[in-house]
């Protein structure tokens, strides 16, 4: 699985698991660079519920928890999932 298509599929997890107060996400607020919590809105328990998406849509085990630290952007999902994914 190429990266972009690991994007794609992180960004389709983002826009159903964070719901913001001035409406739903849509791919295109969602880049590379976004911050779960400073750009695109989450609260911890919606990153809780993002995280669950991805080993969800990933077919993972549970992501540890000293890894989930280190997650804030998007970029540092793909990243996860490509080393993971090998």
Known sequence: MTEQEIFDRVVRVVCEKITRK??????????AESDFIKDLGADS????????GIEDEF???EIP?????????VSDVVTYLS???K
Not at 65 to 73: P, Q
């Open 83 to 85: 080393r993971k994914l």
């Open 65 to 73: 928890e000293s890894d989930v630290e280190g997650i804030r952007t």
């Open 45 to 52: 328990l919606r990153v809780l519920e993002l995280v669950m």
């Open 22 to 31: 001035d409406g739903p996400l849509t791919p295109e607020m969602v880049r």
């Open 59 to 61: 077919e993972l085990d």
